[in-house]
């Protein structure tokens, strides 16, 4: 067996540790302000990889000395170790579930179930420590994984397996995530622990652990600025700074009709659920054609990446088909309608200002006509016949 150097596993293993912690530090606003379950999970992830930095440095400093103690302190650190991947497996799949679907309780009842594979795995570990069957430390601190320990690296791939399976499934049913850190997870880990456990005394396990970690962490964060957490649709701020625009050529505005007087007579909250409704339309529609972003408060933009006015007014009529379908199954004391105005337009030779201006009095004209057909519904007339009668 090779030397080990000690210096290189306390290094890389520092490096790694202040990598995480500077990025958890970056992240802490958005990690006390964000969604319940799905934070807790990476936050708990990272505290077990902060523990195996220093289990870590730990067992590699005692390589070199001899002594039952010493063993008992090197089993203990790799217990740790397999106890601690285990869990931070299972944790990915708690923050991928709770992050797609929210706190459900089929999610819940699931995750008890890898909880309680977590928990037997455990009381393994113990047999283990008193009866290798797992793995061992000789009295020469020499590590060997006996056939059964096998096992708990069957388990963490099957379980990064089965994320893989899940996140693509639900991007087929469910449409396109955006910031969710499927590669920056798993990549980092699939290159440093399969490298660790070939090279004896190379420490890459729980720095390439801290990689992957720090990426959720970054994502979270670029979710949160450039996703509307209405809507769940990007965000002005998307569209400018990824210039995404640029890279079609039709766009429609749209603009749910009644939006003030929603929120003046149910409530902001009930606003909030018809953006809701009506961004899930808006985004299952835009998939198949390019993107969608909420503009503004009540103003959605639906990008095409084939620029035919033809095929903008096919898709407004899809909206209209989808926002019909929906609203036959729902019991709401109004009705979602909106209003659009149409644009194609060549990127490479037209500003986004100029787009705009144009798809904003597009815009008008269709909101002018849909107030000319409901009367009652213009809030801007109301005031003025009611100031006229009081005159």
Same mark, same amino acid.
Request: with cysteine; aromatic share 12%.
């Given at each position: 067996?090779s030397?080990?150097?000690?210096?290189?596993v306390v290094v890389?293993?520092?490096?790694?540790? =202040?990598i995480?912690?500077?990025?958890? +530090? %970056?992240? $802490?606003?958005?990690?006390?302000? /964000?969604?319940?379950?799905?934070?807790?999970?990476?936050?708990i992830?990272?505290?077990?990889?902060?523990?195996?930095?220093?289990?870590?440095?730990?067992m /590699?400093?005692?390589?070199?000395?001899?002594?039952?103690?010493?063993?008992?302190i090197i089993?203990? %650190?790799?217990?740790?170790?397999?106890? !601690?991947?285990? #869990?931070?497996?299972v944790?990915w799949i708690?923050?991928?579930?709770?992050?797609?679907?929210?706190e459900?309780k089929e999610?819940n009842?699931q =995750? *008890?179930?890898? %909880?309680?594979?977590?928990?037997?795995?455990?009381?393994?570990?113990?047999?283990?420590?008193?009866f290798?069957?797992?793995? *061992?430390?000789?009295?020469?601190?020499?590590?060997?994984?006996?056939?059964?320990?096998?096992?708990?690296?069957?388990v963490?791939l099957?379980?990064?397996?089965?994320?893989i399976?899940? /996140?693509?499934?639900?991007?087929?049913? *469910?449409?396109?995530?955006?910031?969710?850190p499927i590669?920056?997870?798993?990549?980092?880990?699939?290159?440093?622990?399969p490298?660790?456990? =070939?090279i004896?005394?190379?420490?890459?396990? #729980?720095?390439?652990?801290?990689?992957?970690?720090?990426?959720?962490?970054m994502s979270?964060?670029?979710?949160?600025?450039y996703?509307d957490?209405?809507?769940?649709?990007v965000? &002005?701020?998307?569209?400018?700074?990824?210039?995404? /625009?640029?890279?079609?050529?039709?766009?429609?505005m749209?603009?749910?009709?009644?939006?003030?007087y929603i929120?003046?007579? @149910?409530?902001? &909250?009930e606003?909030?659920? !018809?953006?809701r409704?009506?961004?899930?339309?808006v985004?299952?529609?835009a998939l198949? +054609?390019?993107?969608?972003v909420?503009?503004t408060?009540?103003?959605?933009?639906?990008?095409?990446?084939?620029?035919?006015?033809?095929?903008?007014?096919?898709?407004?009529?899809e909206? &209209?088909?989808?926002?019909?379908?929906?609203?036959?199954?729902?019991n709401?004391p109004?009705e979602l309608s909106?209003? +659009?105005?149409?644009?194609? +337009?060549?990127?490479?030779?037209?500003?986004?200002?100029?787009?705009? *201006?144009v798809?904003?009095e597009?815009l008008?004209k $269709?909101?002018?006509? @849909?107030?000319e057909?409901?009367p009652?519904l213009?809030?801007? &007339?109301?005031k003025k016949?009611?100031?006229?009668?009081?005159?």
């Amino acid at each position: 067996m090779s030397q080990v150097s000690v210096t290189a596993v306390v290094v890389a293993n520092l490096i790694g540790m =202040m990598i995480l912690l500077i990025v958890r +530090y %970056c992240t $802490n606003s958005i990690l006390e302000n /964000y969604r319940e379950k799905d934070i807790r999970t990476v936050q708990i992830a990272v505290a077990l990889n902060l523990a195996g930095f220093f289990t870590d440095m730990l067992m /590699y400093s005692l390589d070199s000395s001899r002594g039952e103690i010493v063993r008992i302190i090197i089993l203990l %650190c790799r217990t740790y170790s397999s106890f !601690a991947n285990i #869990w931070i497996s299972v944790l990915w799949i708690g923050f991928l579930k709770y992050h797609l679907y929210g706190e459900k309780k089929e999610i819940n009842t699931q =995750m *008890k179930l890898l %909880c309680v594979m977590g928990v037997v795995i455990d009381a393994l570990l113990v047999v283990n420590f008193f009866f290798p069957f797992l793995f *061992k430390v000789d009295e020469n601190n020499h590590y060997t994984r006996l056939l059964p320990g096998y096992g708990l690296v069957l388990v963490v791939l099957i379980l990064m397996a089965y994320s893989i399976i899940h /996140y693509y499934d639900y991007r087929r049913t *469910k449409g396109l995530v955006r910031f969710f850190p499927i590669g920056v997870f798993l990549i980092p880990v699939a290159i440093g622990h399969p490298i660790q456990m =070939m090279i004896y005394g190379l420490s890459l396990g #729980w720095v390439s652990m801290a990689i992957s970690l720090s990426g959720i962490l970054m994502s979270l964060q670029s979710e949160a600025a450039y996703v509307d957490n209405v809507t769940g649709l990007v965000n &002005r701020a998307f569209l400018f700074n990824n210039k995404s /625009y640029r890279k079609v050529s039709g766009v429609i505005m749209l603009d749910l009709d009644r939006f003030r007087y929603i929120n003046s007579v @149910f409530g902001h &909250r009930e606003g909030d659920n !018809a953006l809701r409704d009506f961004g899930k339309i808006v985004q299952r529609v835009a998939l198949r +054609y390019g993107f969608a972003v909420r503009y503004t408060g009540d103003e959605f933009l639906l990008f095409s990446r084939i620029g035919k006015e033809q095929l903008l007014e096919q898709i407004v009529e899809e909206l &209209r088909k989808e926002l019909d379908q929906i609203e036959v199954g729902v019991n709401r004391p109004y009705e979602l309608s909106f209003s +659009y105005g149409l644009k194609v +337009y060549d990127p490479d030779t037209e500003s986004f200002d100029d787009i705009e *201006k144009v798809l904003e009095e597009r815009l008008n004209k $269709n909101k002018a006509l @849909f107030y000319e057909r409901h009367p009652e519904l213009d809030r801007r &007339r109301k005031k003025k016949e009611t100031a006229e009668e009081s005159e």
